[in-house]
């Protein structure tokens, strides 16, 4: 039986054409500095982002965690929203590698309100605190639907951290989705924020990697936070190629995935017992609600699979499904199909 794999854009493989930059890749020692791929890479991604310097890693959760660890010291205290990446999926890095200090806000689509931060930043001077250092933000937001963040609400954090001298980070892990979903630049997306980590591995189809952009001296220290992670490589320029053809080739085909979401998502909205708010669907992502049907989503799921349609169940009662490369048309189609079926069987 054929399957159709929509559980995340992470489960990619490498064109012929990416596999062929790979196996040309001119390579060196990158832990010593000497490997001309890595730099193209890291120098492509910062002008592309409109920063000053790059960083190639092995993963954006690494990525995260080394901005984390450049830009704060042990004790500081870190705004996130109470979804997001860094706080859920990073295995409390910024606690147990950062000895920071997570403070969650709430809100639909992702954003922070920096009316709800407001009585919440600490300078340090008062001793029972922890000093609130940085604002991180994720672009698009995966757990609030892969929604895009407003500019408008990204401004705002910005300008409450200019106010307190905080740090604003960017999980950008599919700012390129973001990117071509709201018709503006990389760099546009990128200004406000003092750094930004770019996933390679999701929906531009790298097969690892991540780079962390922003200015020559934060990536000098994240450079070491790299190293104490265990992210040096060596000749990763074989990795890095697949990074620089990814970032070259890939971008502006993600409007397809867009494209075959919307008509994913309302395939799904019509199958029996899902329930799917598609004003949220604004990228690659559909979150279906399995409540109606009183059957959990990893059972849908379950049944999903051995229909041929593979499918992530991201919360007790909320299923994932993500487009991607390696998903065409007739893909979206019979994935369609195959949902509806099944929901009527359990119904």
């Not at 159709?4 to 001119?26: K, N």
């Not at 407003?150 to 001298?165: K, M, N």
């Not at 008509?263 to 949220?280: C, F, M, N």
């Not at 799921?301 to 991607?324: I, Q």
Request: glycine residues 8%.
């Amino acid at each position: 039986m054929r399957t159709i794999d929509l559980r995340s854009d992470t489960v990619t493989r490498p064109s012929a054409a990416m596999r062929g930059a790979m196996a040309e890749a001119v390579v060196g020692d990158d832990v010593f500095g000497d490997d001309p791929t890595v730099k193209a890479l890291e120098e492509h991604a910062a002008a592309l982002f409109g920063k000053t310097a790059g960083l190639f890693l092995p993963s954006g959760t690494m990525s995260n965690q080394a901005a984390l660890l450049a830009w704060t010291e042990r004790g500081d205290e870190v705004f996130v929203h109470e979804q997001s990446h860094v706080l859920l999926y990073e295995q409390a890095g910024a606690a147990v590698l950062g000895s920071l200090q997570t403070r969650s806000f709430a809100s639909d689509d992702g954003m922070l309100d920096p009316g709800a931060m407001e009585d919440f930043v600490h300078t340090g001077e008062d001793p029972h605190n922890a000093r609130t250092r940085l604002v991180a933000l994720e672009n698009t937001h995966n757990h609030c639907g892969g929604r895009v963040l407003d500019p408008r609400g990204v401004l705002a954090v910005r300008a409450f951290c200019d106010r307190h001298g905080l740090v604003l980070h960017l999980d950008g892990a599919r700012v390129c989705n973001a990117a071509v979903a709201s018709g503006r630049p990389p760099a546009e997306l990128a200004a406000p924020f003092d750094s930004v980590s770019v996933c390679l591995s999701k929906g531009l189809g790298a097969p690892v990697g991540s780079v962390l952009v922003g200015p020559a001296d934060f990536v000098k220290r994240a450079r070491r936070a790299r190293k104490l992670l265990g992210g040096g490589m060596r000749q990763a320029g074989i990795l890095a190629a697949a990074g620089l053809f990814a970032l070259r080739e890939n971008v502006a085909r993600l409007a397809e995935d867009h494209r075959r979401c919307r008509t994913l998502a309302e395939a799904i909205a019509k199958a029996p017992g899902l329930s799917v708010d598609l004003a949220r669907v604004e990228t690659n992502m559909v979150f279906a609600s399995t409540r109606l049907t009183g059957t959990k989503a990893a059972e849908v799921a379950r049944r999903l699979a051995e229909a041929g349609v593979l499918a992530l169940d991201e919360s007790p009662w909320l299923l994932r499904f993500v487009t991607h490369l390696d998903v065409d048309d007739a893909d979206v189609e019979e994935a369609g199909e195959i949902v509806a079926r099944t929901m009527s069987a359990i119904m």
